[in-house]
């Protein structure tokens, strides 16, 4: 099968405190942690988590989209609300 290759960015959030980490095929969906290490392995995590779950249903993953289509704040843009991003 030819999955989409999704790609992964934290970033730190001075406002909470942490690292919160977003995915590029998946706009809905960050991870926050304490470590930037952290941050990463969570998001990855929670993609894959997601990605097992839509291919065990025969939907559809969604296409990753360039950095530049959603440029940081990636889930405050998305959801409508300043720093509150989707927690795992």
Sequence with gaps: MNEPRYQYRASWSEEDGAWIGV???FLLVSHVAATEADCLRGIRALVDD???DLLS???TLPQP?????????LVDTAVGLTNSPVRS
């Design 23 to 25: 995915c590029n095929g």
């Design 57 to 59: 249903n025969d939907e």
């Design 65 to 73: 989209l360039p950095w530049d289509d959603f440029d940081a704040p």
């Design 50 to 52: 997601i990605v097992a």
